[in-house]
């Protein structure tokens, strides 16, 4: 992997938060789109969602919530 777009700006510990877990989402989509099925909505579960506090009111870019 890789980080891109690095700025003065943009080099926060937000921001770095906010594009780690688009790229989790993005890969996760990649996978889901692979499978040629579609949904209704999706589902997480496990301690990697429930005890990142980060995650709370995430919408990824890439299901365009």
Known sequence: ???NGLTVSNFTPEELTLGVLNGMAD???GLYSEMGITANSLVGSG???R???YFDGFKPKCLLI
């Open 51 to 53: 005890k990142n506090k």
């Open 1 to 3: 992997g890789s980080i």
């Open 27 to 29: 890969e996760l989509y």
């Open 47 to 49: 301690n990697g969602l």
